[in-house]
C-alpha cells in the first residue's frame, strides 16, 4: 500500500473533500487534413461557429458571474482575430488545429509572461476557448471528470467547472491556477473545495485522498488515522456552518452586550438574488469595476442607473454603499486602465477616476440620480492624498447642478473613502472632509508589509494579523470613534474568523464580509468579549 504524502497549496475556496484522485489527461486528437487551404479554413470556420452556438446555449442557462464568464469567451471567439491570424497561417500551408493552436497558445504564452494577476487569470479562458474550437475540428467530445472525485488538472476552464455536476462532492486540486481566476470565485460562490498552486509533485491517479481547502492540503493515500482526524473536522466544520445558518437572521452581538454590524461585499448586481437583506445591515462595499469592460465596455449612465437601484430596490432602506470604479493594479479594465510596469503603484483607483473625468462623469451621474432611491453612500477607492476628496466632491457638485439645471432628480449621496493606502490610515484626521471611512485591508496589508497581495510566494507575508497592519486599523477605529465619522473595515479580514477578535479589539464594530461568510462571522462575533485573550 502506498504511503501517506502531504502536498501543500494555497487555498483558493474552502472546504473538504475525501474521494479517489482524478489525473488530467490531454487526449490525442484524430483530425483528417483537408484537400486545400479553402478546405482548411471552412472547417475551421465551422468550428469557431459550432464552438461559440455552444457557449452561447450554456449562457442561456446561467446567470450573474457564470454568464458573464461565458459572455467574455464568446466576445473572444466572435471577435474574429484569432481566425484571422489562424487563417494566414493556413494560408501558408498549416491544417486547421495547428494554425489554431499556433495562435492561440501564443496569446495564452504572452497573457501569462504579463506577470500580471488578471490576465494570469484570464489565460484559462482563451485555454478554454482553445480547446472548444479543437474539439469542435476534431468531432471529439471533452474527457468528463467523475462524480465525487478530487481533479488534479494545470488549471480548469470555467465551463469546464460550469458543465460538472458539483452536488456530488469531490473537489480540484491545481498545479498552477490563481486565488484571483474566474474559476476560484465560481468555486468560492458555490462551495466547492479547490486549492491552487501545488506545482509538480507526483501523484498517483489511483490514490485515495483527502482534500482541506480550508488549509490548503492534499493528503493522498492517507492512514487511518489521517483519515479519523479529517472526518473529525470536516464534521465540525460542518456542524458549525449548520449552527450559525441557524442563526443568520439575528443581530450580531458580542458576550458583553455590544451590537456589531455585519454588512455585505457585492460585485454583480445579481449577487443580491442569493442573499436575503433580512440577515445583513445593509451593503458595505459594492465593487462596481465588474460593471466596466470585458464584453460589456464602459456602461453608459442608463446602465449604470439601471444596476445601482436595483440593489438600492433589494437593499429597502439599508445603506448600501457603492465604490466608484477602482480599475488598475489586479483589476484592470481593457479600454481604461493604463499599460504601467509596477500597476500596484500607478495610476490606479481614485487617481484613474480623476484622470479620465470624462468617463468618471458618466458614472458620477449614475450615482447622484439613484441616491433618491434609497440610503446611497459613494465611496472612493485608493484615496492617499485629501485634495481627492475635494477634487470629488467639486465634480459631484458640478454634475448635481446640471442635472438640477436639465431638471432630473438627483440627490447628492454621502461622499466617504476607503483607506487602504498607509498615508491615511497613519495621518486619517487629515481625511475628516470624508463622510465615513472604511478600511480596505487587502490592499493596507500589501502596500504596509510591501507584498504583492497576488503574490502565493508571499503568502505568509500578507496577512493582516500583522502587529503593523493591527496598528493602523486601531488608529483608524480610534480616531473615527472619537471624530464621530463612522469607520468599517471591508477587506477580506472582515470574512476570516480568526481574525473577528483581533479586528473588535481594535476597536471596529462594522464589518462588511463575502455574502457566503456572514453568518460564520456572526457566530465569532458572539463569541467575543473584550479584553480576553484568546
Ligand atoms: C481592499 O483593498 O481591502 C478592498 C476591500 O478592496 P479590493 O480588494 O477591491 O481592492
Ligand atoms: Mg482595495
Not at 498517483?204 to 473529525?232: K, R
Not at 485629501?386 to 447642478?401: C, H, N, S, T
Request: charged share 20%; glycine share 8%; proline share 5%.
Amino acid at each position: 500500500m502506498a504511503s501517506p504524502s502531504r502536498i501543500s497549496g494555497q487555498s483558493a475556496s474552502a472546504g473538504f473533500a475525501h474521494g479517489p484522485v482524478h489525473l488530467a489527461r490531454r487526449q490525442g486528437r484524430a483530425y483528417i487534413a483537408k484537400a486545400t487551404p479553402e478546405h482548411e479554413l471552412h472547417a475551421l470556420n465551422e468550428a469557431v461557429e459550432t464552438a461559440a452556438s455552444s457557449i452561447a446555449a450554456a449562457m442561456g442557462q446561467l446567470a450573474g458571474d457564470a454568464a458573464d464568464i461565458l459572455e467574455f469567451q464568446l466576445a473572444m471567439l466572435e471577435d474574429g482575430s484569432f481566425t484571422a491570424a489562424a487563417a494566414e497561417l493556413i494560408a501558408s500551408g498549416a491544417t486547421a488545429p495547428a494554425a489554431w493552436k499556433t495562435v492561440l497558445e501564443a496569446e495564452i504564452a504572452s497573457y501569462r509572461a504579463s506577470g500580471d494577476a488578471y490576465f494570469n487569470a484570464r489565460s484559462a479562458d482563451l485555454a478554454d476557448i482553445c480547446d472548444t474550437v479543437l474539439q469542435a475540428l476534431s468531432g471529439e467530445s471533452a474527457e468528463s471528470i467523475p462524480p465525487g472525485v478530487i481533479h488534479v488538472d494545470e488549471d480548469v476552464a470555467p465551463s469546464r467547472f460550469l458543465s460538472h455536476d458539483w452536488s456530488k462532492g469531490g473537489g480540484l486540486a491545481l498545479r498552477s491556477g490563481s486565488v484571483t481566476s474566474h474559476v476560484a470565485m465560481l468555486a468560492r460562490a458555490r462551495g466547492v473545495p479547490m486549492i491552487v498552486g501545488i506545482g509538480d509533485a507526483e501523484i498517483d491517479e489511483a490514490a485515495n485522498a483527502l482534500l482541506d481547502a480550508q488549509s490548503g492540503e492534499l493528503l493522498l493515500s492517507p492512514d487511518p488515522a489521517q483519515i479519523d482526524d479529517f472526518n473529525t473536522r470536516r464534521t465540525a466544520s460542518r456542524a458549525h456552518q449548520r449552527d450559525a445558518d441557524a442563526l443568520a437572521s439575528h443581530p450580531a452581538v458580542t458576550r458583553n452586550g455590544e451590537s456589531v454590524q455585519v454588512l455585505v461585499n457585492i460585485a454583480d448586481p445579481s449577487d443580491v438574488e442569493r442573499i436575503s437583506i433580512d440577515h445583513v445591515d445593509g451593503v458595505g462595499l459594492m465593487r462596481t469595476e465588474f460593471l466596466f469592460g470585458g464584453a460589456r465596455g464602459l456602461p453608459d449612465e442608463e446602465t449604470q442607473l439601471a444596476a445601482y437601484r436595483k440593489v438600492l430596490d433589494w437593499a429597502d432602506g439599508k445603506p448600501v454603499t457603492i465604490r466608484t470604479i477602482d480599475a488598475g493594479g489586479d483589476k484592470p479594465v481593457e479600454g481604461y486602465t493604463i499599460a504601467e510596469d509596477n500597476s500596484f503603484l500607478g495610476v490606479r483607483g481614485i487617481r484613474l477616476s480623476l484622470a479620465k473625468p470624462e468617463i468618471f462623469r458618466v458614472q458620477i451621474r449614475a450615482l447622484l440620480r439613484a441616491a433618491p432611491h434609497g440610503a446611497l453612500k459613494v465611496m472612493l477607492p485608493m484615496v492617499s492624498v485629501p485634495g481627492e476628496i475635494d477634487a470629488v466632491r467639486a465634480m459631484f457638485a458640478a454634475e448635481a447642478a446640471d442635472l438640477a439645471q436639465a431638471g432630473i432628480i438627483h440627490r447628492m449621496p454621502e461622499l466617504g473613502i476607503m483607506v487602504e493606502v498607509p498615508s491615511v490610515a497613519i495621518t486619517p484626521a487629515r481625511f475628516a472632509a470624508a463622510s465615513f471611512f472604511s478600511i480596505g485591508s487587502n490592499d493596507l496589508t500589501q502596500y504596509v508589509l510591501a507584498a504583492s497581495r497576488d503574490n502565493p510566494r508571499l503568502g505568509a507575508l500578507g496577512s493582516a494579523a500583522d502587529p503593523a497592519v493591527l496598528s493602523l486599523i486601531g488608529t483608524v477605529a480610534s480616531y473615527g470613534l472619537a471624530s464621530g465619522i463612522e469607520t468599517s473595515l471591508c477587506g477580506d479580514a472582515a470574512s476570516d474568523p480568526d481574525m473577528i477578535g483581533l479586528l473588535l479589539d481594535a476597536g471596529l464594530r462594522r464589518l462588511s464580509v463575502a455574502p457566503a461568510r456572514v453568518s460564520v462571522i456572526k457566530a465569532a462575533v458572539r463569541l467575543w468579549a473584550p479584553g480576553e485573550i484568546e
